[in-house]
Each structure stands twice: as C-alpha cells, then as structure tokens.
C-alpha cells in the first residue's frame, strides 16, 4: 500500500527565523505601546516551544 498526494497532510511551518520576526514585531509593538512588560513565545502546531523573547524588568516584581 502506498501514500497517495491526498492521503498526506501539508501544512504551513514556522521556521525559526520567521519566530524571531514575529516577536521582533510584537517587542517593537510592546515599546510603542509603552507595555509594563512582555514575553512572546512561539510555538509549533504540537506546542513545542520554537522561540521565546521577553522585555528587561519583565516579571520582576513576581517573587516579591
């Protein structure tokens, strides 16, 4: 029994560059929003983490 074209699945995939590219544009997004704080994590289709960026002083009044 062989694959058929219509019996595989193509979906889109995030590379890695295109990660760093989306949360370059949400940091940038952040600043220009004067945001408090941010963190961006990418994730691929089964939520395995891709890539993950945050602002400085993001998260430090947590363990206060």
Partial sequence: MSARAA????????????????????IHYAREHQAPGAAIAMVDSGGTLLYVERLDETFQNAAR
Avoid: C, I
Wanted: proline share 5%.
């Fill in 7 to 26: 019996d595989v699945a193509n979906r889109p995939t995030l590379t890695l560059d295109g990660a760093k590219a989306v949360a370059s544009f949400a």
